[in-house]
């Protein structure tokens, strides 16, 4: 089944204790995106990558990490988490970075205490 | 103004009605469209993708398409309490512009279908 995949599903966590969310996609997917979604906001990107090594800033970038060592695997990483990072994550992928559909992960929902 | 605009809702309508959403957007040279389903706590999931102007169609769903006006909507017909969600409209950025890898969210509308 074609998927993106999220790990964890859910998590809480202490302010400045470094944590990562994975997200893997089994499509072949070359472009991947990471979002966060809070209420009357909407759906902000943080990070893209259009290919393995490529990556770059969405618009609200600060506080996060990721990288892309593999085509499948695009891992989000909070270095020093903060309580305005409590929010709902996802990840997403497409074929390119082109007018393609795209499709997201089941979604992360961090708590950071 | 924003570059993706939908109004929030709620948009209540009797189940067997049609539902109409809107959403109008900044970004002239934008090439591609896109209706997203959002249940509560869930991931958004893609109902509907429209590329030139005019309509398509796809079982209950209608996405019309108006690129003069910059304007896509999306037409749900006999709507079920199962079609309560929050829809979200995703514009790319048109070539050119430096964006053509961007897709853009609105903030979405909360439908709601009464019994």
């Known amino acids: 089944e074609a998927q993106v995949t999220q790990n964890p599903r859910y998590l809480i966590t202490v302010t400045g204790k470094k944590l990562t969310v994975t997200c893997s996609q089994n499509m072949n997917h070359e472009y991947m995106s990471w979002y966060r979604q809070d209420p009357g906001l909407g759906l902000r990107q943080i990070y893209y990558s259009m290919n393995v090594e490529v990556t770059d800033k969405g618009d609200v970038p600060e506080g996060y990490k990721v990288s892309r060592k593999e085509k499948r695997n695009f891992p989000l990483i909070l270095e020093s988490p903060s309580p305005n990072q409590t929010s709902l994550y996802f990840c997403a992928s497409r074929v390119g970075p082109g007018p393609y559909e795209q499709y997201f992960g089941p979604g992360t929902r961090l708590t950071v205490t | 103004q924003k570059e993706v605009e939908q109004n929030s809702g709620p948009l209540s309508v009797p189940e067997g009605a049609i539902a109409s959403l809107n959403c109008t957007y900044s970004?002239?040279?934008?090439?591609?469209f896109f209706w997203y389903r959002q249940y509560s706590g869930k991931s958004p999931e893609l109902i509907m993708s429209?590329?030139?102007?005019g309509d398509k169609e796809d079982g209950r769903f209608t996405a019309q398409l108006n690129k003069a006006s910059q304007y896509v909507s999306l037409l749900i017909r006999d709507s079920q309490p199962s079609d309560s969600a929050t829809y979200l409209c995703?514009?790319?950025?048109?070539?050119?512009?430096?964006?053509?890898?961007?897709?853009?969210f609105g903030t979405g509308t909360r439908l709601q279908v009464t019994l």
């Open positions: 429209i590329y030139s102007n």
């Open positions: 970004d002239r040279g934008s090439q591609s």
């Open positions: 995703a514009v790319n950025g048109g070539r050119g512009t430096g964006t053509a890898s961007k897709l853009t």
